[in-house]
């Protein structure tokens, strides 16, 4: 079983940025691709972009493209969303998820993900 704690959220003025992070432990961190999700009040979960289990590869939502970068470090079990350009539209509660590391760029949906952190609220403010 794999364990995902966030962490880095905050509260922050648009135009800034902020850095998350999602420690795994409990499993070969390695063994997974990982993808970012955030959800709004009242709204469904939305997918944010995604990291193969080497880190050479990305893909991302295209609301966040060019604003938002995955990153992972194997060796310290972590994966990272840094969040630039920062607007209104991107408060919400962000989740960390596993998934497995096969067709890793077709994994969009939330249930192609196996295991999930408890979520980080940010709030950006006008």
């Known amino acids: 079983q794999l364990q995902l704690v966030e962490s880095g959220g905050g509260m922050v003025q648009g135009g800034g940025s902020l850095r998350l992070a999602c420690v795994a432990s409990?499993?070969?961190?390695?063994?997974?691709?990982m993808g970012w999700f955030r959800q709004a009040p009242g709204k469904e979960r939305e997918f944010v972009g995604a990291?193969?289990?080497?880190?050479?590869?990305?893909f991302y939502e295209e609301s966040v493209k060019g604003r938002f970068t995955i990153s992972r470090d194997n060796i310290a079990s972590t994966v990272y969303l840094q969040m630039n350009s920062l607007t209104p539209e991107d408060t919400a509660v962000y989740y960390c998820?596993?998934?497995?590391?096969?067709?890793?760029?077709?994994?969009?949906?939330?249930?192609?993900?196996?295991?999930w952190g408890q979520g980080t609220q940010v709030t950006v403010s006008s």
């Open positions: 998820a596993a998934g497995p590391s096969a067709l890793w760029n077709f994994r969009r949906r939330p249930k192609d993900f196996d295991f």
């Open positions: 409990g499993h070969t961190f390695s063994y997974f691709s």
């Open positions: 990291i193969s289990w080497s880190g050479g590869g990305t």
